[in-house]
């Protein structure tokens, strides 16, 4: 997963964008914390910075203050499978036959191989191991036989297979695209003279901005100093409708805070808690939320039960990336320091806990167990998304599925595995139905398997396994 | 404020001890996140690594693993009014004529420049501004003539006024200690051959050993290989009940699943959240905590009203000691950078918020703006602390009274500074009697001015404002 | 200026071709300081870890021991006019249609914008604005439509105009190169199975290693698992004598201890000094260098007079790249610390110093009047080189002619300028007959404006001001 | 070895005193390469900054800029046999009962341990190991019971045996001291309206300052606002000539360009030449020196044998403290790495070469081999210094004597040993009168024995392995 953001001021000025853009994807951070850069447009040169580490890690006050420009993208990520090493950090920047254009992209190509072959046999390098590099590559050779950069990225559309959101900034435009299916969000803020394309509306809330609206699928839309204009991948569809963003979104991906295609990730979970109230009701004393992702939907079902929500387990917000886990018994240690348990909360009672989902369930486990060794009577767990069958290739879950659990145990064995009194996972009906107000589909393939966007190849390859700059 | 820890291995096993002090401290790490250190006793060699930021930034595997030993001492900290720089990290490592001792304290000394002078008139020479240095000097001067070091420490204590707990490493012991008024706290635990000294229990929990007691005040614990015993600063008294233990571990400043002098910290919250409910009720939709150190609170003002009790608000985790704050509008920014608010959760609705306490109440005036800009349609703030109106000299709250709102202005000033629908306070004598199980008193001096360890000498110096190491 | 060095182990071994790397570019240092890189072949996958600062700064133990490969380049470099940032520095390594390769050069292309004109045209992206990029992106195509690596390096040998250097490393190859007018030299060696190829003998001798023989111009030699093979740029021409390489590499550049085209470094400066003594011969005590490059010719200098020669001058060994200079009086001061005058040593003498050449000539009229302060009686100034009058757009001289006082001046003015009792420079005649056993021509096109290779394009890009990974 | 330096305006100007003192260890880094700090004083507050390293990778701009004040003490060390860890690097600043006090100290105290015993029985303690806190300690309690700061130091060198130099800064003075042997140099020095102290006069000639004169030995100079003043160690005795000032400072210790109790380096070790080639000359056809510091000895030694001094070897300049020696064959090839041999300078030559000192021996054993290995005909070695028989317990060489080969072998032992064809040693009487202006005496311990300040105790004690700031 990863953080996309882009800022563009129309009147070109130049005193924001900058920070907007460090504002902006520490409001993304959750979507990636594994590097963080920002590129900006100063009069026609583009100047990067960019590394591993917290966006709060990479950029300090002088850092921030030497990247002035009328224009800049941000992008933040976490580990990805087949991209690693700093050359994965994003935003790339190049030259190409119509100037310097930068991108940020959250992507996942199916026939990156097959396309980064074809461009090699056409005598093109490659310095990464990034989708970036390839999008980038085919833009180039695209833009040549096409009027516009926009129609460049159309073509280019048209050869990449995927799911993918994308920020490109070129000497005087900012360009967004949403993927055709519309998989991952994309949505349109708006302050003053400047306009902003983020990855959810929490970046835009944080910064003080106003949302236009989310990116159609397959949507092509461009800040220039003439304001706002966009085209269509298929321009004969109406396309909205017929989009299918990622379901885990609102399961587990996105801030609460955020709306993306009109539902509220914060109700949406709340509303899959009530739902799951109904289908798998638990007679329990309290309903706790496993911290933090099942808090939103742990509300919900004790509201749906009328049983009283409250904490049970806190979770250690220093676990980060650099937290050291011991050599021996790691896991168990991990998950202790990670999560506290409010003895006198768990004692004695019947719990119901409630987690987004359950992936591979080691965690759960041993979250399981501390609440028994605190007494808790009952632990009842209910998880408010159907169960995980399928790794997900599009990058929200990398799990292959011999890992997954539910892909080979029935409910009862997982329930066993795990040592919950019960277990109960909401239905995908329900889940579809929580999400009333969205306006388009949703993409559940790893509840159900259907990859709308095909599957990726499978030989990679990866050009440097060690890679400092 | 700070944590400090130390372990022992009393049949000499090297195996563990530094790990158990990294988990230690990383548990305590909200007690202070500038700096953190471990000192080892690598057979009567000590070995020391401390440096400014985090836990888990000070130590990595290679340097934990360059650290053994059989007994080890641990601290972080905060800012502090008066320690600061480098040299101020602790813990601190002397020779003296009994050997090697090291120190980690989290102590306010009334009386330090006054014995600092009397040190000086003596000869002594100060490398850092810190009580640090002065208690080991005294001590080291004690320890010329008293038998054996605790009985040095306790002629030590009947020097330094003041509010202390602190572990002590010898060549050959780990020695505890409290003040005699016990106003920090300081616990004992043990898993197998190691005992454990720990600001808070929530440590001991995180590391999976069993918690023995709580020290008593002006209590002075060793443990050797001979194992555990144990003096006190008066003998004749019995300390415990006459302790007073700073109530504001209570009210904000322990982790919620700490236990301190028999009085779970999330308990007392919520009791006192209750105990609101029963004061000052609200005809309110839903109940909603100021993350994160409201939500206890919160819940029993819930519980207390028969009103829902859920998030409203959630706290950014990413921000931290490196967040860049934008040069205008900083704290306001800031604050929307910190909380983002669920717009659907409180749109609309009637809103209680409960709070820890108003100290200054510059945040939470934004939070209440910020509720209202989402379309809350009443926001009634409930405090679980009564007005602060004294400056703590114990470290606790370093404000001083011309800052603090409450020492100056009434109940509806306030409530109408900080553009709150209403506000009210829990009464002192309700939060005391929340504290249902405690087995001492409390220190209630930021409430009622009543400072037990007396107040700080005026003249203050600082010996190096810049010092790089 | 760059350092380029190659090793490749033809048995396969992958104990010591990396260390022999650092030893290489360590022993090539003076050719450039800002940065290094070492990439090494492991079994196909290519490794590369290269940053800003010494050899000594950029590799530890840690990072070499990372390095396992059967075959490595690296590279070290000084401040280029054109290529600039952490993107500039070498080896670059890419992924093409025939798999992995790497490339350390030594480059001036001066037909780089329009190649690069053309690349953009067939939709090539760039992400550097180096002329190794250039230099891989033609290859590439050109490998398309070619038998072999060696003739895709031929081919793009005929398109790119300019004066390089180069190490190509493929997946089973070490092809080095030197351009068709020789004026890089690049120098071919052995030790038991391992091939090597450097910039200069200098780092053969350090490793302990044979010299084979310098490469023809226009030479392409290929060290592959069956030895080594050759062919040439112009198979039909004894390119040897026709070649002209840099005779500012005997002037100045190449270390005093290095072979270069069959002509000894320290030999060729001698023999100049003798030759000016003949030519400018002065009536003084002593001779003394301008240290360190002018000590060679002043030895000769003072051979062909007669007259002692030692030490007046010390240069300070650890004025470095990150030496502060003042900011008032900074030149001055600067050379100040930069040299140390033998007051005894000059005090009442008449003294002649010898220096390289004269390029801008701020520091020698520094010197002059230091010499001058400690007491020297009189100050001859000769020079191993005649008057620089051109900018080299080779790389080795950039100072533009405005800033070069012999595009201008008399040699009364100069010597006025500087403070010199009198000057005198050595004839280009004699500076080339002094160059007796070379088996090629030179270029002197600083001194006589014979560019053989053509000039640069003037239209420069850059893409990215700042750029940090 | 250290370098030491000081500077005070007396007139209060605060411009430059701190990049003097920067400059001023500078130029001192020869005497030590490990370490480097300044403190400053800033009306009165003390500011420190130190750290592990070259002066030039410990300072940049920003921290040069953030050290103002009136008054500036530097320190650069070398490693030291008992002094080590971050702990060790100076200056030291400390605060005692006459305020702040910050010391710069090149120190060998012989009755450390027993003065540091002495203290601790009074219930001092320490922090570090070195001798600055043992002298700091000891002057703060002499400081109660004297005058003033001077008579302070006075009592203090009254108590410690050993050989020092040293410069005090204290609130409103900067106070010189030199060991009353006059073991270690230490020389006055002025520029307008500030005084410098520093160990050696060539930092004092690199500022561009004027030379007073050296320290008495015993003499303690104080500069303040009212100017420079001076008491005695020994007020009866005329000091001076009875001094005895290292005479390696001379052999090997001292730049070439400092001056130092009125001999000037430089000319000492060119006329100990001139006496070796009377004493031991050698039919040769050129003579080199072993670079650098053979270099002046070698020069003197031609001229007294009327044959050519030239260059034979090269010291690469960039070996320093990074520089990762081979784990096998790692002497021998760190020697090819350190030195370059001329070959056409060399070969078929008879050749004199003129070191020094032979301390080990190992790297001129494999100097020679080399000479041999490039063509030389006859290697005769010349020593600037008799046989080292003796080791320095005064800092200077810190070889034990089973590690000297001049303490048991002949001669001709040694030069079969190292592969000379001839070996000669300068006589001691003969360096002792090529000293010729000096106004002092010489320590020549090493060579004869007379350890005229004592020896050191033996058991030492560390306190700090590891310890990281």
Redesign the interface.
């Known amino acids: 997963m990863s953080g996309i953001f882009g800022c563009y001021d129309i009147k070109g000025n130049t005193s924001d964008v900058t920070?907007d853009a460090?504002?902006g994807i520490?409001?993304l951070?959750h979507r990636g914390q594994e590097s963080a850069g920002i590129a900006v447009n100063?009069e026609g040169?583009?100047?990067?910075?960019?590394?591993s580490g917290?966006?709060?890690?990479v950029?300090?006050?002088v850092?921030?203050s030497?990247?002035t420009g009328t224009c800049a993208i941000a992008h933040c990520r976490g580990g990805s499978p087949r991209e690693s090493g700093?050359d994965a950090?994003q935003p790339?920047?190049?030259?190409?036959?119509v100037g310097?254009?930068a991108l940020s992209s959250e992507s996942v190509i199916m026939n990156a191989n097959k396309i980064r072959?074809e461009l090699?046999?056409?005598?093109?390098?490659?310095?990464t191991n990034t989708d970036s590099?390839i999008i980038?590559?085919l833009f180039?050779?695209?833009?040549?036989r096409t009027e516009d950069c926009e129609h460049a990225i159309l073509e280019t559309m048209k050869e990449i297979h995927g799911v993918y959101a994308m920020v490109f900034m070129t000497e005087d435009k900012l360009i967004g695209v949403r993927d055709p299916y519309g998989l991952r969000p994309l949505i349109l803020g708006k302050k003053e003279d400047k306009y902003y394309i983020s990855s959810e509306s929490?970046a835009l809330?944080?910064?003080?901005c106003e949302t236009i609206r989310d990116f159609d699928p397959g949507e092509i839309i461009t800040i220039s100093k003439e304001g706002m204009s966009s085209i269509h991948y298929n321009e004969s569809a109406t396309c909205k409708k017929d989009g299918k963003v990622c379901v885990f979104e609102y399961v587990y991906v996105a801030?609460?805070?955020s709306?993306i295609d009109k539902m509220?990730i914060?109700?949406s979970r709340?509303r899959v808690g009530m739902a799951l109230a109904k289908e798998s009701p638990a007679d329990v004393d309290i309903v706790i939320g496993a911290p933090d992702s099942g808090?939103?939907a742990a509300?919900g079902y004790?509201?749906g039960l009328g049983v009283?929500?409250?904490?049970g387990l806190?979770k250690?917000?220093?676990?980060?990336r650099?937290?050291?886990k011991?050599t021996q018994q790691q896991r168990e240690?991990a998950v202790?320091?990670k999560f506290?348990?409010?003895?006198?909360?768990v004692k004695d009672k019947k719990i119901a806990i409630v987690d987004d989902s359950l992936v591979r369930g080691t965690t759960t486990k041993h979250i399981i167990s501390f609440l028994r060794e605190n007494g808790a009577k009952e632990v009842h767990l209910r998880l408010a998304s159907p169960p995980v069958k399928f790794g997900c290739c599009y990058g929200v879950n990398a799990s292959s599925e011999t890992e997954l659990p539910a892909s080979s145990k029935t409910v009862e064995e997982i329930r066993d595995m795990i040592g919950a009194d019960s277990l109960a996972y909401i239905s995908l009906e329900s889940l579809k139905a929580s999400l009333n107000t969205i306006d388009c589909g949703v993409c559940s393939a790893c509840f159900d398997g259907d990859f709308i966007a095909g599957k990726p190849e499978d030989d990679e390859?990866?050009?440097?396994?060690?890679?400092?700059?």
Chains 1, 2, 3, 4 share one sequence.
């Open positions: 920070r460090y504002y520490f409001s951070q100063d040169t583009f100047l990067v910075h960019k590394a917290l966006v709060t890690d950029f300090d006050e850092t921030l030497a990247l700093t950090i790339i920047s190049i030259k190409s036959r310097s254009i072959d090699k046999d056409q005598g093109a390098i490659f310095q590099e980038l590559s180039s050779r695209n833009r040549i929490c809330d944080a910064i003080g801030r609460p805070d709306v509220s914060f109700d709340y808090n939103a509300e004790a509201a009283p929500y409250g904490a806190l250690n917000r220093y676990v980060g650099t937290f050291i011991s240690l202790r320091m506290a348990v409010l003895k006198t909360a390859e990866t050009i440097h396994k060690v890679k400092y700059n």
